[in-house]
């Protein structure tokens, strides 16, 4: 066990301060992310060194459209999460399912899989799969040493962390893809077991210093109202119109069995933000012309997707047509 950073010592026990849920523990008790467990007055972390998935992904695939488009990221995942997503599709690795397989690396031993893969010049690795969040003390291990290399580091989170941590963090971190649930309260209570307020903290202070694209997957009845998407997009305009959103189609998925969203649903969500953000995606929807990226100048398709397939029609960063720079990191 790696003794686990951001917690107090209490009498008895400890209180975790890395996410908002802080979790008050003692005897031998697990937080709610299920990977952190007080032991005879100190927290740690169990899944340091844990990896449950890896593979070298587009990095579309996380997604992320505006930074580094047509390259690929290796991506690395473990156990454990401090939500509770009644629609999770990687739910057999947020609640440590019985059968899944794991390696244990130390972050050398990580970065040397990394190294294996520079034939395929991946931009460097992305923390995803399950909340990287909570495997906070071998993701900054992990990411000074991927940086040291010169490569970059990108969080795919939940965005539901303390300030504190992120802040730590931060500095090692060049793009994050984040989670947006929902744009009401009760609804991270009520199906995420969470809340809605820190994560637009963690956007507003990930935006000031790094590449960051925001993900909303769209469930029927539950978070798709008009007035709740016209608020999440000023909220976003308010911090800055170019972050790039996606607008993902939801599926039926571990505890939720709702029919998918309704094509005609996404696609008037789309409308209605394409009034305030420049670059607004419609994820889970194959074929759809809606994964591509549209000058907000003139209209001018600048990037073509078609599924991981990228096509760059920029022209040193702009649109070839009306010369509007498109905010894209290619480098």
Not at 108 to 123: G, S, T, W
Not at 272 to 297: D, H, I, M, R, W
């Amino acid at each position: 066990m790696h003794e686990a950073l951001f917690y107090k010592k209490k009498r008895p026990g400890v209180h975790c301060e890395l996410c908002p849920q802080f979790c008050r523990l003692k005897n031998g008790e697990l937080g709610v992310c299920g990977v952190r467990q007080e032991e005879e007055g100190k927290l740690y972390s169990l899944n340091y060194g844990i990896c449950a998935g890896m593979a070298l992904d587009p990095i579309e695939k996380k997604p992320l459209y505006h930074y580094q488009p047509g390259r690929q990221v290796f991506s690395v995942g473990t156990l454990g999460c401090n939500l509770g997503c009644g629609f999770c599709q990687n739910w057999h690795l947020a609640r440590k399912a019985p059968g899944v397989q794991t390696v244990r690396l130390t972050p050398k031993q990580l970065v040397a899989r990394l190294d294996e893969a520079a034939a395929q010049n991946p931009v460097g690795m992305a923390y995803t799969y399950s909340e990287p969040g909570m495997w906070f003390e071998y993701v900054l291990d992990t990411a000074k040493l991927v940086r040291e290399k010169g490569l970059k580091n990108i969080m795919v989170t939940n965005g539901f962390l303390n300030e504190e941590p992120l802040i730590h963090l931060l500095p090692l971190i060049d793009a994050f893809n984040i989670d947006v649930k929902a744009f009401r309260d009760e609804y991270y209570r009520e199906h995420c077991k969470g809340r809605l307020e820190p994560v637009l903290r963690y956007v507003e202070i990930a935006a000031q210093s790094a590449h960051v694209e925001l993900t909303y997957l769209v469930v029927p009845t539950l978070n798709d109202r008009e007035e709740d998407i016209r608020r999440f997009t000023d909220w976003v305009a308010g911090i800055n119109p170019a972050i790039p959103v996606h607008f993902s189609r939801y599926y039926p998925q571990h505890e939720f069995k709702l029919p998918p969203t309704p094509v005609e649903v996404m696609e008037h969500i789309r409308s209605v933000a394409l009034e305030k953000l420049n670059y607004v995606y419609l994820g889970n929807l194959p074929g759809s012309e809606a994964a591509n990226t549209f000058c907000p100048q003139c209209g001018k398709e600048v990037v073509s997707r078609d599924g991981y397939r990228v096509e760059n029609l920029l022209q040193a960063g702009n649109c070839a047509q009306c010369g509007w720079n498109i905010e894209v990191h290619e480098e």
